[in-house]
């Protein structure tokens, strides 16, 4: 099946750690994604990690795969005000040479100053 | 800015009426996918085209289509609108990238009254 969960709401305080989880299903899935968007605006890819990686690194962002319990997470470190947005992952499912991306629901990052 | 342009940005239309949303792939893209976001469905796939021919549906409903020209630009035409098709629309293209990455236009925000 097609489903991808996140939990809806993050608080942290600025400078802090943030973590972002999100559970997939499909254990066919290649590639998982992770988008940004910030109020009236589209979706910014931040990241992304290829299903048999367990971590990629890149700068502030880490993410991290557990592709047995089909968890994904993303963490930001030294979390600032600019990084308050929502955050989506994205399984892409490829079948039929599409690859179309199923989305989670979003977390909504508040960071307080 | 990704690359990915779509107009018009805003659009308010009544009932009943058709209206047509225009994407334009960055350059070099041949893979043009439509997303639909609402409050209550998410972010959902609705269709992709690959050089200029359908290669996936998604929850795609039949009063909608879509196509793409020769110079790769695509067109979602919405039909018969209702109140719940309002909401953003978002175009994203994918090249040859090794993980297919998928890049999203701003998105036009539709208001049916």
């Known amino acids: 099946g097609e489903d991808v969960e996140q939990s809806l709401f993050l608080s942290v305080r600025e400078g802090d750690s943030s973590v972002i989880n999100c559970t997939y299903t499909?254990?066919?899935?290649?590639?998982l994604y992770w988008y940004k968007q910030e109020p009236g605006a589209g979706l910014q890819l931040l990241t992304y990690i290829f299903s048999n990686m367990d971590m990629k690194q890149d700068q502030r962002l880490t993410v991290l795969l557990n592709k047995k319990d089909k968890h994904l997470s993303l963490r930001i470190a030294d979390t600032q005000t600019g990084d308050s947005a929502i955050y989506f992952c994205a399984e892409s499912l490829y079948g039929g040479a599409t690859n179309k991306l199923i989305f989670g629901t979003g977390t909504l990052l508040a960071v307080q100053p | 800015d990704s690359g990915v342009t779509q107009t018009p940005k805003h659009l308010i239309t009544a009932t009943g009426q058709r209206v047509t949303l225009r994407c334009s792939p960055r350059s070099g893209d041949l893979s043009v996918y439509w997303y639909q976001q609402s409050l209550d469905q998410g972010l959902q796939f609705l269709i992709q085209y690959y050089n200029g021919e359908e290669r996936a549906k998604g929850n795609i409903l039949e009063r909608f289509s879509a196509q793409q020209f020769p110079d790769l630009h695509s067109e979602l035409n919405l039909s018969s609108l209702e109140l719940g098709d309002s909401a953003l629309y978002f175009c994203a293209s994918s090249g040859s990238g090794r993980s297919d990455e998928q890049y999203f236009g701003p998105g036009t925000r539709l208001t049916v009254t």
């Open positions: 499909d254990s066919s899935s290649t590639y």
